[in-house]
């Protein structure tokens, strides 16, 4: 089975400028998670689908940050335009619906804003 | 909103040592996960308990889950090298909803 696909790898950007991470989640699964992790801290939740609809988004920043689940499989996370606090690495991670719903994530996103 | 918070933050042991990490939520959860992140890693999953005051046991590591679901707690046994890492519970309070994660408490071990 293949994993949590995400891309790129690492992304350099200078503040005011835009950014967008793709994210391919484990076929057939309906929950669709993105997580900011800053260094030395736990995953923080942007948002989460299911299937293509929004379960929740209070946290995202949506002056600046969007996101879209088109036809409830691949996703893409925006940001525009960027502030240096959003240095972090970008978790994608997707889960099952129903029985034990493990979140498995990708390999995730290091974007360094300078 | 929903808060999970553990302690302790960091944590050095000895190798052969025991370690615990626990877990206190703001609200009732549904269920609690937990994961371990290696350095330069992403979280990998390691169990999920549901029933109020539930034990499960991974050979030396064993979890449980308060009566109030509110809490939750990792204890290894006999800490090897390759436990180092970071570990995150992280609750939901109704089935199908946001998935929370604590803060982590980062495991150094010392040969």
């Known amino acids: 089975e293949a994993g949590v696909a995400q891309s790129p790898r690492y992304k350099i950007i200078e503040k005011r400028q835009s950014v967008a991470f793709w994210c391919n989640p484990i076929?057939?699964?309906?929950?669709l998670y993105w997580y900011q992790q800053i260094l030395g801290q736990g995953p923080k939740l942007l948002i989460q689908?299911?299937?293509?609809?929004?379960?929740?988004d209070s946290q995202l920043p949506k002056d600046r940050f969007s996101a879209e689940r088109l036809k409830g499989v691949d996703s893409t996370l925006k940001i525009q335009p960027a502030k240096l606090e959003d240095s972090a690495v970008y978790l994608c991670?997707?889960?099952?619906?129903?029985?034990?719903?493990?979140?498995?994530f990708g390999q995730g996103t290091r974007l360094t804003v300078v | 909103g929903q808060q999970v918070m553990q302690i302790p933050q960091y944590q050095h042991v000895q190798e052969g040592e025991d370690f615990t990490t626990y877990c206190n939520s703001s609200?009732?959860?549904?269920?609690i996960q937990w994961y371990k992140q290696r350095p330069g890693g992403h979280p990998v999953f390691l169990i999920q308990?549901?029933?109020?005051?539930e034990v499960k046991k991974q050979k030396r590591l064993t979890f449980q889950f308060g009566e109030a679901k509110k809490n939750s707690s990792l204890h290894i046994t006999a800490t090897q090298t390759t436990d180092v890492g970071t570990y995150f519970c992280?609750?939901?309070?109704?089935?199908?909803?946001?998935?929370?994660f604590g803060g982590g408490t980062r495991l150094m071990v010392k040969p």
């Open positions: 609200t009732t959860l549904s269920n």
């Open positions: 689908f299911q299937n293509n609809g929004v379960v929740d």
């Open positions: 076929s057939g699964h309906a929950t």
């Open positions: 991670a997707s889960s099952r619906q129903g029985g034990v719903t493990e979140a498995f």
């Open positions: 992280a609750g939901r309070r109704d089935a199908g909803n946001m998935l929370t």
């Open positions: 308990l549901v029933k109020s005051g």
